[in-house]
């Protein structure tokens, strides 16, 4: 079998071993337990304009945390991953790739202020621009980003890859890859797989129908296939609690593929 990694640039701490509870993991069997039931069927957003925090609070209203909580944190994450990459967040240009009604992007205002935002649905779009006036929104076709090569700063996608077919997955990262600048910063935050609750809370939520989620391996292989250097690599959200002591106690466990998210961090080269 040909080496998807062929030929692409490869750093020695991207091939590191992080745990070996990773390793058991087999891409066929994650992608066989989080195939949809009927994959043909599209999830279409522009249905949920008005009901989406509804919809997702239901599905997740066993766990006893408010949805703005897991919005915000992974909104201050990326502040923060800005920050450390790129030297601010205030300075740099941000596109939000799959940016639904921009809830994630309400939060990023407080420092980004060079804020742009793409999804495929025009409804969501309209609603997004009415949210975030200062936020430039488009609608664009699902493949190709509306935007030239080298536009970005910093490119990033919340939850949104597992909406994405598997065969689209390459160009989508391919598509991140290209309108960033050189050196520019590029984040994948997606649902783990691993965790029974994510898993739960995923078969719950209506618009998650379509969804194959995607495994903490499977993102770095497709950063690394699009000739990302990877920066950072976590899984989050082990206590879904505001305390600032568990939110410090994260940072020491992010290795540990048991929390309910997780996130990659890649440059471009």
Not at 24 to 39: A, G
Not at 49 to 67: L, M, P, R
Not at 158 to 182: A, S, Y
């Amino acid at each position: 079998m040909e080496n998807p990694l062929q030929g692409k640039p490869l750093q020695v701490k991207l091939l590191r071993v992080r745990s070996n509870l990773l390793q058991p993991q087999k891409e066929t069997n994650i992608k066989k337990k989080t195939e949809p039931d009927n994959p043909e069927k599209q999830v279409s957003f522009d249905k949920y304009i008005e009901t989406y925090k509804k919809e997702v609070q239901g599905s997740i209203n066993f766990i006893g945390q408010d949805v703005d909580f897991f919005i915000e944190l992974k909104a201050n994450l990326l502040i923060g991953i800005a920050i450390k990459y790129l030297g601010s967040a205030k300075e740099i240009k941000t596109l939000d790739i799959g940016s639904g009604v921009g809830l994630v992007d309400r939060f990023l205002l407080k420092e980004m202020k060079n804020l742009y935002g793409v999804d495929v649905e025009g409804g969501v779009v309209e609603k997004a621009k009415k949210n975030n006036p200062s936020v430039i929104y488009d609608k664009y076709d699902g493949m190709s980003l509306p935007f030239e090569n080298g536009s970005f700063d910093m490119a990033f996608a919340i939850n949104v890859m597992h909406h994405v077919q598997p065969d689209g997955w390459e160009n989508f990262t391919d598509e991140m890859f290209r309108i960033l600048k050189p050196g520019g910063i590029a984040a994948v935050f997606e649902h783990n797989p691993l965790n029974p609750l994510t898993r739960l809370a995923v078969s719950r939520c209506e618009f998650d129908r379509d969804a194959v989620l995607l495994s903490h391996r499977r993102i770095i292989k497709l950063f690394l296939g699009a000739g990302f250097e990877t920066l950072d690599d976590a899984y989050i959200v082990f206590f879904p609690l505001r305390s600032g002591i568990f939110r410090t106690a994260e940072k020491f466990i992010k290795w540990l593929p048991l929390g309910a998210q997780h996130y990659a961090v890649g440059r471009k080269l």
